[in-house]
């Protein structure tokens, strides 16, 4: 049987062989005799993406559906799809704190590296405090373009990969609170809203860092579940949000996230919120981030629980 291998191996590389040391047909020893025929590439499959980007670099869904981290968008696309393609995922989040349960779930789609589109269902159950047994839910629907830049490729410029964004949030009402059925009566101007964003992403390969940094204007109570604007602050507020992530491997990174909020809400007494994360993609199909996230104070001056809520924050995502 090992002979019978070893001549098979030996006829199919001959072949091979010979064809390695025949010369091409552009070599002065075999001129050409006739006009070049040139072979057209196969057509690319549009119905399926390339998925040519590297690994991490499509970015996560973050908790409003953007691409980016966990609770930060970033400048990056999101999907696996290069600028000649496209890529999307969909996303199950959710976030337990002391007091409160916040699920996140959505799809994303990536068209040609440039622009992203995103829609996410926010639902917040109160689980303790005087409120227990509240459900407040939204719809978030982003949108976001690159401008500049290339937070991967664009290693011998200083410029980061732009990107600038909106995220239209419609507010769901509120459930199980009696009378109470939407946020304008906790004191919100509007139960509706837009964020608009400016996001600058960068990738140092040498040294493995990602490096965001964001810019928001927004007037959302708690990321839109407690309306827009209140009786402290009636036209929003340009918040910082920031990500320094380290790539431990190609498919692990570790970091922290830091989002201002605006603290409009004079019943709520809103917080900044903040993660440490571990983000892993065990495949180009499948990314899981993991994190200790703390949101703040939540509506503290209603219900009398006045310390951050803090606790665990889990998103899986899929796609392509």
Not at 134 to 154: C, H, I, N, P, W
Not at 296 to 308: M, Q, W, Y
């Amino acid at each position: 049987m090992k002979v019978r291998t070893a001549a098979l191996l030996g006829l199919l590389t001959l072949p091979l062989a010979a064809l390695a040391q025949t010369p091409p047909a552009s070599s002065p020893s075999a001129p050409a005799s006739g006009p070049v025929e040139m072979i057209p590439n196969p057509p690319r499959n549009l119905l399926r993406p390339d998925l040519g980007k590297l690994p991490l670099t499509g970015g996560f869904s973050d908790v409003d559906g953007a691409g980016g981290g966990g609770l930060v968008p970033w400048a990056l696309i999101t999907g696996h799809g290069t600028e000649d393609s496209y890529g999307f995922n969909g996303h199950i989040t959710d976030v337990q704190l002391r007091e409160f349960d916040l699920r996140a779930y959505g799809v994303g789609i990536g068209i040609a590296d440039r622009v992203e589109l995103s829609a996410t269902r926010h639902e917040l159950d109160v689980t303790g405090t005087a409120l227990r047994g509240v459900e407040v839910s939204q719809d978030v629907f982003g949108v976001k373009v690159r401008l500049a830049g290339d937070a991967v490729y664009g290693q011998s410029s200083w410029l980061p990969q732009i990107a600038l964004g909106a995220q239209f949030k419609r507010h769901g009402g509120i459930d199980n609170a009696g009378p109470l059925v939407n946020p304008t009566q906790l004191g919100a101007l509007d139960d509706d809203g837009v964020d608009l964003y400016l996001a600058g992403t960068k990738v140092f390969l040498a040294q493995s860092l990602l490096v965001n940094v964001t810019l928001r204007h927004t007037k959302a109570n708690q990321l839109g579940l407690l309306g827009f604007g209140g009786d402290e602050n009636a036209s929003g507020k340009l918040n910082v949000e920031a990500t320094v992530g380290y790539l431990v491997t190609r498919k692990l990174a570790i970091g922290g996230e830091y989002r201002g909020k605006p603290d409009s809400l004079g019943a709520d007494a809103e917080g900044d919120a903040w993660d440490l994360f571990v983000a892993w993609a065990p495949s180009r199909h499948v990314s899981v981030v993991a994190a200790y996230v703390n949101l703040g104070n939540i509506l503290g001056p209603a219900t009398g629980v006045n310390h951050d809520q803090t606790g665990s924050y889990l998103s899986v995502q899929f796609g392509y």
